[in-house]
Nanobody
Framework: QVQLVESGGRLVQPGGSLRLSCVVT????????MAWFRQAPGKDREFLAA????????NYANSVRGRFTVSRDNDKNTVYLQMDSLKTEDTGIYSC????????????????WGQGTQVTVSS
């Protein structure tokens, strides 16, 4: 059974930093592209960042490029999202997802999803 379990979400002040983790079990982690998505209140789910399993490169949404960093540890079956210079608009539920494709083009390419962890950016 495949499981993706996120952790690290909490309340943080604007300008602060946070690191999220997603531990994956039940699949060959090193053969999956891992991504982070966010769903803000009243908004559609938004792609944030992905780390490709094949070319080992990361790509980012414009809204987080330069502030967020995605990384992975294949020995620990874990993907991370380092978030710096947080803004109030970064508030939302953050979920990780796994795709067996290299360079997935949309959320529909992701097969497995975690339940999410809440991040609240507020003073």
């Amino acid at each position: 059974q495949v499981q993706l379990v996120e952790s690290g979400g909490r309340l943080v002040q604007p300008g602060g930093s946070l690191r999220l983790s997603c531990v994956v079990t039940g699949l060959r982690f090193h053969l999956y592209t891992m991504a982070w998505f966010r769903q803000a209140p009243g908004k559609d789910r938004e792609f944030l960042a992905a780390h490709d399993y094949r070319d080992r490169r990361a790509n980012y949404a414009n809204s987080v490029r330069g502030r967020f960093t995605v990384s992975r540890d294949n020995d620990k079956n874990t993907v991370y999202l380092q978030m710096d210079s947080l803004k109030t608009e970064d508030t939302g539920i953050y979920s990780c997802a796994a795709s067996g494709r290299s360079r997935p083009t949309g959320s529909f390419d992701y097969t497995y999803w975690g339940q999410g962890t809440q991040v609240t950016v507020s003073s």
